[in-house]
């Protein structure tokens, strides 16, 4: 069964350093996703993505991050300058699209991210 | 996106079916109820969704209320595997976000 996989599984950095994960979401899908969980707390949307562009992203997702398709396959989240608070778990998702109302999100196994 | 409420936690034994509830009596004419869990230490996962009647699939089943305003994620038999947390999402089928707002869920404990 086709699956989304994420690198690094564990992300270890210092604070105000740039970091970047990595998705390879489902083959056919069109729709991507960022999402984070702190640990302990609910999972949480950063951003969603649709023909190259970035099509809804939510009040945590400001400046400092960003996404992008770098080829057919990859689909990454930087993170310009970390904070101590970005440490969470990271998953990308991906869905066939484009309808809300029965569309199904896949995601990946996550990122732990470490901010030291 | 319309609330729902789920009980923060339930317990079930190995192979007896698990019914876990979840209210959302503002849910709109064209909300879908969605059902996604977390395993420990994992992404989360789709279980199953639907609009008004009942659904069916090899997970689990999805029971409806006629008025829409509660809905029942059925476990038929409970694994060792099913412990997670269970989240009811509901979903705007027009023209509605992409994004999944996930509550706290159910935290589902299974006994061996």
């Known amino acids: 069964e086709p699956e989304v996989t994420q690198t690094p599984s564990h992300q270890v950095t210092q604070m105000g350093q740039e970091v970047i994960l990595r998705c390879v979401p489902i083959s056919n899908h069109l729709y991507f996703y960022w999402y984070r969980q702190i640990l302990g707390q609910k999972v949480e949307f950063l951003v969603s993505f649709y023909n190259n562009e970035i099509s809804e992203k939510s009040e945590i997702f400001d400046d400092q991050f960003s996404v992008e398709r770098p080829d057919g396959s990859n689909f990454t989240l930087k993170i310009r300058s970390t904070k101590l608070e970005d440490s969470a778990m990271y998953f990308c998702?991906?869905?066939?699209?484009?309808?809300?109302?029965?569309?199904?999100?896949?995601f990946g196994p996550g990122t732990r991210l470490t901010v030291l | 996106d319309a609330k729902t409420t789920q009980p923060n936690s339930m317990e079930s034994n190995e192979e007896e079916p698990v019914h876990l509830p979840c209210n959302h009596s503002t849910i709109s004419g064209t909300d879908y109820i969605h059902w996604y869990r977390q395993l420990p230490s994992q992404g989360p996962e789709y279980v199953i969704h639907g609009l008004t009647s009942n659904v069916n699939n090899r997970m689990a089943s999805l029971a409806i209320a006629e008025d829409r305003k509660s809905s029942t994620l059925i476990l038929h038999r409970a694994t060792l595997r099913d412990a997670a947390v269970y989240y009811c999402?509901?979903?705007?089928?027009?023209?509605?976000?992409?994004?999944?707002?996930f509550g706290k869920g159910t935290k589902l404990t299974v006994n061996p």
């Open positions: 998702a991906s869905s066939e699209g484009p309808y809300a109302g029965t569309d199904t999100q896949y």
């Open positions: 999402i509901l979903r705007d089928g027009q023209g509605g976000s992409e994004k999944l707002v």
